[in-house]
């Protein structure tokens, strides 16, 4: 008998592609937000240095610098907060795009199974009929 084939694996193939593409794009939006949480982490850790130096400090001029510091953090975080929420979006978009991406290749997968063991049942009822044929020619020559 011939040699299992699945006539949808170049499907498959391209369905497992498309898979690790979007893999490696949500990667990317997770290094994203990865990269703008470290930047967020850094604001506050300048804000606390700054904020226990100017508790050290008495100098006015210092403390008045400071202040504009803080401001500028502020912003910085708030344009830091901003660019997070979209990057989370992206990235949750991206989780839905492997999903589905993955649910594509399952599908696939289960139907060349299910093939696969239709396959096995066909080969194994066709090697019982060639070994029924052997034992009943070699029974009706004996008599």
């Known amino acids: ?9 170049k499907i498959l193939d391209l369905r497992e592609f498309e ?6 794009e949500l990667a990317k939006a997770l290094s994203e937000v990865t990269k703008i949480q470290s ?13 226990k130096m ?13 202040q504009s510091f803080f401001i500028m953090l502020s912003q910085k975080q708030e344009k830091c907060l901003e660019e997070l ?4 979006l992206v990235a949750e978009q991206k989780r839905d795009a492997v999903r589905q991406a ?7 997968e289960k139907l060349r199974d299910s093939k696969f063991r239709e396959w096995k049942k066909e080969l194994a009822a066709e ?8 034992v ?5 020559q004996n008599q």
């Not at 930047?39 to 904020?51: D, G, P, T």
């Not at 993955?102 to 696939?108: F, G, P, R, S, T």
């Not at 009943?136 to 009706?140: A, P, V």
């Open 102 to 108: 993955m649910q594509k290749v399952k599908v696939l």
């Open 1 to 9: 008998m011939k040699k299992f084939s699945f006539s949808m694996q």
């Open 19 to 24: 898979k690790k593409q979007a893999e490696g």
């Open 54 to 66: 100017n508790d050290a400090s008495a100098d006015f001029s210092f403390r008045a610098q400071s």
């Open 39 to 51: 930047e967020l982490e850094n604001i506050a850790k300048r804000r606390v240095a700054v904020s």
């Open 85 to 88: 929420a979209e990057a989370q």
């Open 136 to 140: 009943t020619s070699r029974f009706g």
């Open 127 to 134: 090697e019982e009929k060639n070994t029924d044929d052997v």
